[in-house]
């Protein structure tokens, strides 16, 4: 029953945010394909949140060897590459109607983020391919802690090229949208984040079930016997 | 002062269990055989014993170094290993091949030349590695243990598929080794052989000595 | 320290050795990357196409895709004997994993300074970047494509969809250096500066270096 309170809290908060996307007066140059934003922007932050954890897990990983943390990063990079192809999706629905095209090389960000879905889905093919758990984690955590770097350019990338998508939104010195479409994205962020923690969560339980399920105490050799040959 | 002692030792690869709670020990001036049916984990202990196979559980020192920590690693120049691959670079020649290995432990070139000779390859020196027949390759591999002097040899099946001079090889090599204080652990599944070459046989039974 | 660097230096001695005896480099990967040059104009309609607009994307994607194919070439791969013999030689997993990356960079870099002038050749760019900050930009892509490549192929040695998972890890990540280097080339065409983009190409470097340094160890533990 208490693994069902983040998932249910999860789903209610989302809903209060889905409401209040929608009850926010349209964009004036946008008119209400703005609302995308409210899906698209925390899906994005938290693939780059969830990339770092893969990152962080990888780091502990590597000082204490501790199966947790190789769980935390892989569970972390599956759900990260969940939330960066909705980003992904989304962003490209906004763009059409917004900018004329479904993606525009132009646009950094939304070049660097497709590029971090890949590096990912590398990561995530790497420990697919390794069978033994110990090397896999080895391998992985250190590909997870190389692929950080990704994270990082693709969020400054906005200011390092001319881009058509805009700055950053939420700036340290305050934020450039109204009261209340500021107020819908925050429970949007808010209901993002508790989705992510609800799929984290759940995946790292599977993936400790799953390996105990695989562990094995009967000794290999035990498979191997001595022939019996039958008379032909 | 035993140059090996492992405690309790137990190896899990890809979740499975190879080595299960193992005691070993390996004194001094001492040839201990590894016996055992396919499978039994005898090649496992060997690289534990060698240090590259990490244990799950369990402790132990090889040449005083404990498993598992940095101290390992200083250790590791004086052990030999050889096996049924002798881990020769195909493009390289038979002494560009014992060559680079006298420049890795930091022995004279001019010793490479040496042991070749001594092992009886110094005619197929200068021949590519990958034109040189298995057998060619594995003398060229003792070559290069010659040169090493090590105080702990390995030897995994290292008499299989070698002729009679290569064998004679392979027991000078291991007689040096004990003379000189060393000790050897040899796995082989010729239990003739393994009598009349070692101390005493540990047999290995699905992961269990 | 000088024990380590002896190493080093032994480990690339050994490859660009390799190399020099099999070829695969010079007489299998480059003639690859010469055809790559030359058949592309012939997918577009090389009279009608603005092929110098061509010339330095081109460069930079042959650069990337030959490059990976000379740091996970088949004679550049140690077999487990072969990296357990190094191991037990005393060679620090450091030195291994740097000689091998400066045999690679040299080796890329001949590739990529090969190419370039097939470039010229086949698509006539205009105009043309100074030699010798090009060069200096084409050695920095090089010296990192040779870390991420080499870093790429350790961690999936011996997996049996090496071939393709090792260029899937590259690909993207090799990015900021394609990035930097293409930019870098653009900005010197155009008689303006590339201090920015060479900046980036360094950081990458040094990034990419710092990681090699914390995960050399942990693959070697991995792989023997």
Redesign the interface.
Known sequence: MRRLILPILAGVVAVIGLALAMATPPDAFQGDFARIFHVHVPASWIAFLAFFVTALGSVAW?LTRRAFWDRLAAASAEVGVLFTAAALLTGSLWGKPVWGRFWDWGDARLA?TA??F??Y???L??RR???????RA??A???G???V??VP?VYFSVNLWRSLHQTQTIRPDGASMGPEMLGAFLVNLLAFNLVYLALLTSRIRLGRAQ?EA???????????TAPRLDPI | MALVTLQHVSVRVSRLLILDQVDFELAEGEVVGLAGPNGAGKTTLLHVIATLQPVSTGSGAVLGASLGTPGQRLIRPSIGLSGHDPGLYPELTLAENVRLFARLVHRPLTEADTVLAQVGLEGAAGRRADRCSNGMQRRTDLARLLMLRPKLLLLDEAHAGLDDDSEILVDELVRRVRSEGGGCVMVSHDATRLAARTDRIVTIRQGRV | MRRFWNHVMAIAGRDLRIEGRSGEVLSVVLPFAAVAVFVVPLATDPLTTDLSALAFPVYWLVSLLFGMQVALRQTGTESTMQRRQLALAGVDPLARFLGRVVAAATLIFSVTLFTLPLVILFYDPQPLPPLLPTTGTVLLFATGLSVLSTLAGDVTVGLRTRSALAPLIVAPLAVPLIIGASRSLESLSRGGGSLAWTGLLVMVDLALAMAAVFAARPMEEATI
């Open positions: 590597m660097s590029l971090m890949f590096v889905l590398g990561y093919a790497l391919a390794t069978i033994d758990p110990v090397a080895r391998r955590s250190i590909i802690m190389v692929a770097i990704q350019l390996e695989a562990a094995s105490s009967v000794p290999a050799g035990s498979a191997i």
